[in-house]
């Protein structure tokens, strides 16, 4: 009888690891079309790009850490970006002395276009260019706008896409608010 | 758990056909057949002895030969329905939405279908990886359940077997040697079959010759195979192990390479050449004007330091300079660039000149770098022109603002503002491709469009498929096995020895009794034994190869 339960149990391992094996298979070529590379919770990958007014200084993730970081992915083409811009802007200034950074990533434009239009919306806050679109690689970003919630230990606390009310980029950025010693 | 106990007293677990030790017929069946069912050698195949728990019932189901084979057949149906219209993979549409529209709009209601039911993306719908999986499963679980009898009842063979079993093999003789010494006989016998390639085996009277069990192997060897195969598709999907990317550079442009972290390409030129010859009959068949020749992107693939971070360009390294060519991609570490498209023409930068509206006079040329535009295009001291906007896709206004659709000049507008010696507070100019609008009234002068500057965009895949070794071996392994199991055979031949010194022979092959006889009259011949007879009376029974494939 203990050799029959034995091969009973053999029979159930093997029935179901196939079993997961295809779970699995279905599950992630399901998926994979909108696989986000980057998910809640992990590490925020790194990055350095050049600030767009001072080409001496360079905005690097890793500096901000003990800091929120509010990073948003825009382009001057693309409506709901700008329509968030003026929102972030004040909610930035509100944050700031709090320890929350903005870091705004236009996609791959030039200087021209993208001083004109942050002059143009009168908006204030840190911006660059990912000229080679590694950063934007690097947090999948495809949808725009996209605003990756960056909390003070350096990870993902939340990823949204499309546009965001005054009001939830106010609770996002509170949500990254580092504690107050 | 039921037992059979033979008369030799061997114990067989229910479902035995013939005795593991003596081969005594243990079924009604096969007792009353003539020539015994040799499949397994008789051994009880694992699903057939018990049939209780859910685990079982499972097991059972999957361990079918016939569910096995109807799940290959509903496999084959499914992938062929998915050739009836093109596959997703060969329509130019991006969107799942354009996709949908696409098969309904030229297929109509039936392809509309095809979409919802995933057949226009057939190997990734659920559906579809859920048979193969189902398949896979049957092959492991049939494969278990067949193959480690078999192995134990080959591996346990007994050279003494009941008068039983072999009288109901398919090719036995019995009676006296023709001439000689019936002492020496079993010495002859063991002498010829050796170098008949068998391996003997002799127990007291009994003598067991064998030659190419492996070949019983043979079908399991190409299910291993199988599954490796499968199990390196599937590894396709683990991040990192599979890349397939796209990706467009322009001319002059430095891109990051998706999923290759680290590296960086950039187009130094895209070239498109074509055949220079007189129109073929076949181009004017099918009304083609010119052949293209070569697409090539001049291309230089760049490392970042391994520390440094994503965005930071400032140092990077030459890894490659490569000429990509359809069929010839860069190739580095795994990853490999295809040409695959192209644009061209794209508008890199624009020529003006500023000219007085009345006069026609010209005060000087302003080029309008598109991937640098500036702010201030200086002519003389008293004249310049200022760039107010740049809108490199114009669509339109929308509160006065011009507004842009994409990041690209496809219809790129400028808000210009002229500074002259006689109108020295400037003049703005909006100025669109076949479209001016004056803002302040009229100017007394205007950026008239002299000419333009393009460049070329090219379109690259970055692939990289580590699972191609893993096929590789899957594959491999799969042909011998077949291999194997097809030109290798498993023959046996049985004699006892009486006691009155006459001869009782049996032999068996799982396929090409052909070869078998031909031996066993080499041996008949040699030890002078008595002639054999064939027990298949049934002349197609006779050109069967019979249980070939397990």
């Given at each position: ?35 986000k ?12 790009l ?31 970006c ?21 870091l ?6 030039t ?20 000229q ?13 706008p ?14 949204i ?21 | ?18 005795c593991?030790k003596?081969g005594?017929p ?60 093109p ?18 709009n ?8 095809y ?18 999986g ?29 008068e ?16 000689g ?9 063991e ?192 004249t ?14 929308e509160?006065?603002e011009?507004q ?19 109108k ?36 690259l895949?970055?692939h ?22 097809s ?21 068996h ?9 031909k ?14 007879i ?8 006779k ?8």
């Amino acid at each position: 009888m203990d050799k029959k339960k034995k091969r009973s149990i053999t029979r159930g391992a093997i029935l179901v690891v196939l079993l997961a094996a295809i779970v699995y298979t279905v599950y992630t070529s399901a998926t994979n079309d909108k696989v986000k590379v980057l998910q809640v919770g992990d590490k925020a990958p790194d990055f350095e790009l050049v600030d767009l007014y001072e080409s001496d200084l360079k905005h690097r993730l890793s500096d901000y850490e003990g800091k929120g970081v509010f990073l948003n992915f825009w382009g001057t083409w693309c409506e709901p970006c700008k329509k968030e811009m003026p929102a972030m802007s004040r909610q930035y200034a509100n944050y700031k002395e709090q320890g929350v950074e903005v870091l705004t990533v236009n996609i791959a434009q030039t200087d021209f276009e993208v001083k004109k239009f942050l002059e143009s919306l009168d908006v204030h806050f840190p911006a660059v260019i990912d000229q080679t679109k590694a950063v934007m690689t690097a947090y999948n970003v495809n949808p725009l706008p996209t605003t990756i919630l960056i909390n003070p230990e350096g990870r993902v606390e939340k990823i949204i896409t499309g546009e965001m009310s005054e009001r939830q980029i106010a609770s996002y950025m509170e949500s990254i608010k580092p504690e107050q010693e | 758990m039921e037992k059979i106990i033979c008369v030799c007293g061997h114990e067989n677990p229910a479902g035995t056909k013939l005795c593991g030790k003596c081969g005594r017929p243990l079924t009604e069946e096969a007792k009353s057949s003539k020539i015994v069912d040799m499949k397994y050698d008789g051994a009880a195949i694992r699903s057939k002895t018990r049939n209780k728990s859910m685990v079982d019932k499972i097991w059972n189901f999957f361990s079918s030969v016939k569910v096995g084979i109807s799940l290959i057949i509903i496999n084959l149906i499914a992938a062929s329905i998915g050739t009836i219209f093109p596959q997703e993979f060969y329509i130019s549409v991006s969107t799942d939405a354009e996709k949908e529209a696409y098969y309904e709009n030229t297929y109509g209601s039936l392809g509309k279908l095809y979409y919802e039911l995933g057949l226009s993306d057939v190997y990734s719908s659920w559906w579809f990886q859920i048979l193969v999986g189902m398949l896979a499963i049957s092959i492991i679980v049939a494969s278990i359940d067949r193959g480690i009898p078999l192995h134990r009842s080959l591996k346990n063979q007994r050279v003494k077997r009941h008068e039983s079993f072999l009288k109901r093999q398919r090719i036995i003789a019995e009676g006296p040697i023709i001439n000689g010494d019936s002492a020496n006989t079993l010495n002859l016998i063991e002498e010829k079959m050796k170098k008949l390639k068998y391996k003997v085996r002799r127990d007291g009277n009994a003598l067991l010759a064998e030659r190419g069990r492996f070949s019983r192997y043979g079908p399991y060897i190409n299910h291993v195979g199988l599954i490796i195969f499968l199990a390196a598709v599937m590894l396709r999907l683990v991040p990192g192990f599979y890349v397939d990317e796209s990706m467009w550079v322009r001319e002059g442009e430095m891109r990051a390479v998706p999923g290759m972290e680290g590296y960086f390409i950039e187009n130094e030129k895209f070239i498109l050449e074509m055949h220079d010859n007189e129109k073929t009959e076949n181009q004017e068949l099918q009304g083609v004007n010119v052949v293209a020749k070569n697409y090539q992107t001049n291309a230089k693939l760049y490392k970042q330091t391994d520390d440094a971070v994503p965005g930071k360009a400032d140092d990077l390294e030459l890894v490659k300079e490569y000429s990509i060519r359809v069929n010839h991609p860069l190739q580095h570490e795994g990853y490999s660039f295809y040409q695959m498209d192209f644009r061209l023409n794209e508008i890199k930068a624009m020529n003006f000149v500023l000219t007085n509206k009345e006069t026609g006079e010209s005060f000087g040329e302003v080029h309008v770098d598109l991937t640098n535009p500036q702010d201030e295009y200086v002519i003389n001291d008293q004249t310049k022109v200022q760039l107010l906007g740049y809108y490199p896709d114009f669509s339109g206004f929308e509160n006065g603002e011009p507004q842009t659709a994409t990041p690209n000049p496809n219809n790129p507008a400028f808000i210009f503002k002229m500074t002259t010696p006689d109108k020295p507070e400037g003049e703005v100019s909006f100025v669109a491709i076949q479209q001016t609008v004056e803002p302040n009234g009229d100017n007394a002068y205007k950026m008239a469009f002299k000419s333009v500057e393009t460049r070329n965009m090219t379109g690259l895949t970055v692939h990289k498929d580590s699972s191609i070794p893993f096929l590789a071996i899957g594959g491999a392994i799969f042909m011998i096995g077949v291999a194997i199991g097809s030109y290798w055979n498993h023959r046996r031949l049985w004699v006892e020895q009486l006691d009155d010194g006459s001869i009782r022979l049996a032999a068996h092959t799982n396929k090409n009794w052909f070869g078998i006889k031909k031996d066993i009259d080499a041996v008949v011949e040699f030890a002078h034994l008595p002639k054999y007879i064939d027990q298949s009376d049934d002349d197609a029974e006779k050109e069967k190869e019979g249980d070939s494939t397990l």
